[in-house]
């Protein structure tokens, strides 16, 4: 799959969003579009860090809209530069695959879309990209891209919903998996609760990327004339693979949604060790804002240590199983954090 002498893109990508813009975003535990953004910078900058400080043979790339760093206030500015800093390439790019109005909640979700055609523009046909959430950090990136998928496949991470249960939460689309199995088959393609595509992954060749944004926009444009909508980036590409435009591979193995913490009452994901890519979306608040403090700080020396240990690893990021005392201060440290925010605001 991949180019001869060419490394493996590992783009991510953030949409800041205007003052007055509508989201919701409760594991980021900040309030505001400022906030909100600097946040994901500091799970962009936690990522990037996990391949360079690995010496991972990559091309790290940050997709934003935003084209002025001094938009995003002087910490956000601080952590874009830190993204730079540990070898990545921004790209600034607009957002035109927007959902319809009136899901607002989630317009960031198809910022994915820019992004692919973003970054495929003047490559190879045969390159080979990496496309992630920003709250993800890579344990084992050469075992993950071993498991690229071959040339015309697409790979993602099947999540295992149930088939009834509508993990967007909008009540006026209600699209679980067994609602885009009978859409996909009103379309003259049968699917009984097609396997739900996660956005946390997205990786293939710049060829058959750009054909999965094709695809996506293709089905837009006959739901747009039958007077529907699927908001999200889950949810059109979920359709994809259930009408046949898209052929997806499933990652699992390599690649895991995993949510921590104590206050979590998910199951416990098994193997992790064997897991390439963590998505952690609980940790953004938590271990990946305290990396990315160490990181500005030049404070590295730890971190360093940790990841070049798996089982430090995993304890950083709290996917090792972590006791009391680890939790205690893990607490306290968020709560160190909201001090600090409130004392900040007041001066």
């Known amino acids: 799959m991949n180019v001869p002498g060419a ?11 205007e003052p007055d813009e509508g989201f919701s ?43 002025d760093p001094a938009r995003l206030g002087r910490r956000g500015a601080a952590l874009l530069a830190k993204c ?11 957002y035109t695959h927007r959902p319809k109005p009136g899901t607002e909640e989630y317009v960031s979700s198809r910022y994915l879309l820019d992004a692919i055609l973003s970054c495929t523009e003047g490559l190879a046909p045969a390159r080979e990209l990496w496309l992630t959430d920003l709250d993800c950090v890579w344990a084992d990136p050469a075992s993950t891209f071993a498991a690229a998928p071959p040339e015309g ?13 509508d993990p967007v939460g909008f009540e006026e689309v209600g699209r679980t998996r067994n609602a885009i199995g009978e859409l996909a088959t009103s379309m003259g393609h049968p699917a009984q609760a097609p396997p739900w595509i996660g956005g946390e992954l997205i990786c293939g060749t710049a060829a058959t990327l750009l054909e999965l944004v094709a695809a996506c926009e293709q089905l837009d444009a006959e739901l747009d004339a039958e ?16 009408v046949g435009r898209v052929s997806f591979t499933d990652l699992s193995a390599v690649a895991r949604r995993i949510t921590t913490g104590p206050r979590s009452h998910a199951p416990r994901v098994s193997g992790t060790r064997d897991i390439g890519l963590w998505h952690l979306p609980s940790e953004k608040g938590l271990s990946m804002r305290r990396t990315a403090q160490e990181l500005l700080r030049g ?12 089982d430090r690893t995993a304890r950083r990021f709290n996917v090792a199983r972590t006791g009391p005392l680890r939790r205690l201060r893990d607490d ?6 909201r001090l600090r925010r409130l004392v900040s605001a007041r001066a």
């Open 25 to 67: 975003y409760p594991t980021a535990r900040a309030g505001g579009a400022a906030a909100v953004a600097e946040r994901y910078l500091e799970c962009a900058v936690t990522q990037f860090a996990t391949l360079a400080y690995r010496d991972v043979e990559c091309e790290p790339v940050l997709v934003i809209n935003v084209a």
């Open 227 to 242: 007077g529907r909508t699927l908001p999200t980036e889950e949810q059109i590409l979920t359709l994809a693979g259930a």
């Open 7 to 17: 490394n493996p893109l590992v783009v991510q990508y953030l949409y800041v969003h």
């Open 332 to 337: 306290g440290w968020i709560a160190s954090q």
């Open 299 to 310: 404070r590295t020396r730890r971190l360093a240590r940790d990841l070049a240990d798996p």
């Open 84 to 94: 730079e800093e540990l070898g990545a390439r921004i790209v600034a790019t607009p």
């Open 153 to 165: 496949q697409v790979g993602c991470v099947f999540i295992e919903y149930p088939p009834d249960w």
